[in-house]
């Protein structure tokens, strides 16, 4: 993720600005915006405010991990509220029940006091009659405010796996999606994952203390395997698993998994084997 900070520069600036300013304007001033390099994804106006959601790398809402950075505007005066308190629920209105997904907390970004991040992790794309909306909740100047907004989530434009939604042998469903890596390189690439559980339709828990086998292929080249991988344990720090996986090539690979509980059972995946080409626990790489 990127640093957000306002360099030296940017500061001295500033402060050029205010004292060549007229000791009789105190009309506001546009902040700079710390995401600028970010993609504006979606700008939701409403009680006078506009959210605006913003991406490091994606340029819509896609399946799997995305993490998400909003900022919430006074359209009054085009100033940003530092320190905003919102919540958000994202809901998949399908065509016989609704659900909800994986979430953080939306918290104030370290580096600047009017963005606040958080992820979220679809498990499923919307289409034609199903759909995805986002609710913020949210509090500023001691008022609450609400609004829903309707959302287009796609799956990734290069249509390979990154997140898996599944019944475990122990009749839990999971969801597991890939964090890292988002650009692969020949090398011993760090692997990060998240591992949720379905608590009810609307609550996804962060599953601890579980490891991931992992097993990367490459079924066009004789399903050959590579050396130095890592397979994924729990971070209490960060919440995630990470581990290493070794790419020796460019091209397609399949990252084979299996889910194992704190005892060692495996939940879900296979070995692969001359019989056994593929694991049913899988993410997907290509570069």
């Avoid at 990060?192 to 490891?211: Q, R, T, W």
């Amino acid at each position: 993720m990127k640093t957000i900070k306002l360099g030296l520069v940017t500061i001295l600036a500033a402060v050029g600005m205010i004292s060549c300013s007229s000791d009789g304007d105190d009309s506001p001033k546009n902040d700079v915006n710390p995401l600028a390099e970010f993609n504006l994804i979606a700008n939701i106006e409403a009680n006078g405010h506009s959210l605006e959601l913003y991406s490091e790398g994606k340029t819509g809402f896609t399946t799997g991990y995305n993490e998400l950075f909003v900022r919430i505007k006074n359209n009054a005066d085009d100033t940003y509220y530092t320190n905003p308190e919102i919540t958000w629920l994202p809901v998949m209105h399908m065509m016989s029940m609704n659900h909800s997904c994986p979430i953080s907390e939306l918290s104030i970004s370290d580096d600047y006091d009017t963005v606040a991040t958080g992820y979220i992790v679809f498990q499923m794309p919307g289409n034609t009659d199903e759909f995805w909306d986002i609710t913020f909740t949210y509090e500023v100047e001691g008022q609450e405010f609400s609004v829903t907004e309707t959302i287009d989530v796609t799956a990734p434009s290069d249509g390979k796996q990154a997140v898996s939604s599944f019944m475990g042998s122990d009749d839990v469903r999971y969801v597991l999606a890939m964090v890292e890596p988002t650009d692969p390189k020949v090398a011993v690439n760090d692997i990060k994952a998240m591992l949720f559980k379905m608590e009810s339709m609307m609550s996804f828990p962060i599953v601890e203390n579980y490891s991931v086998a992992l097993d990367p292929r490459m079924p066009s080249m004789g399903n050959h395997s590579s050396p130095n991988n890592e397979d994924l344990t729990y971070d209490a720090v960060t919440k995630a698993y990470n581990g290493k996986l070794s790419l020796t090539m460019t091209g397609y690979w399949k990252l084979n998994l299996k889910l194992l509980n704190s005892t060692g059972e495996v939940l879900k995946g296979e070995d692969i084997t001359d019989e056994n080409e593929a694991s049913s626990l899988y993410f997907e790489l290509e570069f």
